[in-house]
């Protein structure tokens, strides 16, 4: 199970830090985000063992991920923030079942929560 937090309306130029607390096993953690009118887009993702990260170009240098592997939990914090990063945030991982994954840019996920509301609005 993944339960994500954080989420919220926030001003351009703002800052949101989204949580992710994972119960099953995984080889890769991180987020996608859905936008209407777009296709799904892979934010952010991480390994599990190595800590290799992943950034979408259009996040990069904006966003953070990091993850606490002591308390099962994944962050995404989120830096100057622009109104096109309103969406709903998905956190997603690739469990070490996983049969089949769904291809978000380089992240491949098989499950994830029921996301969370960012917007950025003045």
């Known amino acids: 199970q993944l339960v994500e937090s954080g989420g919220g309306l926030v001003q351009p130029g703002g800052s949101l830090r989204l949580s992710c607390a994972v119960s099953?096993?995984?080889?890769?953690i991180g987020w996608f985000r859905q936008v209407p009118g777009k296709d799904d887009e892979g934010v952010s993702c991480?390994?599990?063992?190595?800590?290799?990260?992943f950034y979408a170009d259009s996040v990069k240098g904006r966003f953070t991920i990091s993850r606490d592997n002591a308390k099962s939990t994944v962050y995404l914090q989120m830096g100057s923030l622009k109104p096109e990063d309103t969406g709903v945030y998905y956190c997603?991982?690739?469990?070490?079942?996983?049969?089949?994954?769904?291809?978000?840019?380089?992240?491949?996920?098989?499950?994830w929560g029921q996301g969370t509301q960012v917007t950025v609005s003045s």
């Open positions: 997603a991982v690739h469990t070490t079942t996983a049969q089949t994954v769904t291809a978000f840019g380089v992240c491949e996920f098989d499950s």
């Open positions: 991480i390994s599990r063992s190595s800590g290799a990260t």
């Open positions: 099953s096993d995984y080889v890769v």
